[in-house]
């Protein structure tokens, strides 16, 4: 028996049902992966394949087809909250070699599975291989700045981290452009200009929107107390992100030139922090609906192809941040464990996988799909791993802060011990008179 049966078609209440059961299950996995030391995003991506379709069945399916809202929303907050790595005083130390470091770990994990994709699965196509190797430069920020709020990384290796998978997703932008025109002029003898150019064009221009918007914000929120200058923050995000959703293209760029802009314009981090406070009850729907939409039973289908893919883009991913980081003299921090920080892969991979799989024979286009869509869910569910790692061996992590929060009972100012002690004294005077 399906479970959502028993409340399924009832309006409103349906919704809400849904979404309690969302939150709830999302919370209590994470007091689970939390006695493994696991990261939250972890427990709402398995909590989302406990409750999905493929086990407990317990949310209706029309409610996770309409609730697809979440990837751009989620996204945009996601990408604002980048923004703020983006100072010119950092990019000014940092932006060449960012740029460098981007170029290399993304285009060898492109290259990479080309190459092994068509030698290894010929009967696949060349077509096949580029468009899985375009996607392979992509990586997902979501569960990385989760997984960087949740323990209060900072430093060095978290702001060049943050900066390389935001520009990871230009790269693919171009890659994936160029790749779908080799595409088309394979299938029909001439390289159609348009799928090249319009992508690359919508997203500059998004580009510049969130440029002009995060220079308006000062004064838009000028003179209003934190409550109205989150509802401000909040309603250009949305904004921001349903337009560039009407237009078939991620509001990654947009939404992160948006917190760029505001940030180098006033100095002012407090904002941010608004919208991290703000943003909890968004991610874990969001993660928790990716897990949803994991198919189990399609990672019979993938095989071998989706092993190759695994492995042979994280070989990439790893190798070529270490060869940039070494040959631009970065830190061994950055050297050594950045490339296990671009594990990730979801959003933008994904909605370019639905595009590829329409550019593909049906069948082998059903197959390309699954693997990124397989893929993806183990990178998700290995990326907060592989990120919380990353930070605690480049000592991003303030172990010490860490313990504070977990054991806040324990750690007492030394002050207040000899107040209460003072205290206790007083009190015994009064009742021995």
Known sequence: MNLYKLYENKGGSTI??????????????????????????????????????????????????????????????????????????????????????????????????????????????????????????????????????????KGEFVNTLLQVVALDDVVCLLVYSVATAIVSSNTSGYIEILSIILPILYNFCFMIVGFITGLLLPSLMKGRSKNSQLIVVVGLICVIAGSASLFDISPLLSCMIFGAAYINKTDDEKIFAEVDAFSPPIMLPFFVMSGMNMDISAFKTIGLVGIVYFMVRLIGKYFGTYLSAKATHSSKEIKKYLGFALAPQAGVAIGLAFLGERMLPPEIGNTFLTVILCSSVLYELMGPILAKYALFKSKSINLNLNMKEEVPNIIVNEKEITTSRKNLEIINKEVRK
């Open 16 to 153: 809400l049902i849904a979404l309690a059961i969302i939150f709830l299950a999302g919370f209590l996995l994470s007091r689970i992966t939390k006695l493994l030391k696991l990261p939250n995003v972890t427990a709402y991506i398995l909590a989302g394949v406990l409750i999905g379709p493929c086990v407990l069945d317990l949310i209706p399916h029309n409610v996770i087809d309409n609730m697809s809202f979440l990837s751009d929303l989620a996204l945009g907050f996601i990408a604002f909250g980048v923004g703020r790595f983006f100072k010119k005083e950092v990019l000014k130390k940092t932006g060449m070699k960012v740029i460098f470091i981007t170029l290399c770990e993304a285009l060898l994990a492109g290259s990479l599975v080309t190459v092994v994709s068509y030698f290894l699965f010929p009967n696949l196509g060349f077509n096949f291989a580029i468009l899985l190797g375009a996607i392979a430069t992509a990586t997902a920020p979501a569960s990385t700045m989760m997984t960087i709020n949740q323990y209060k990384a």
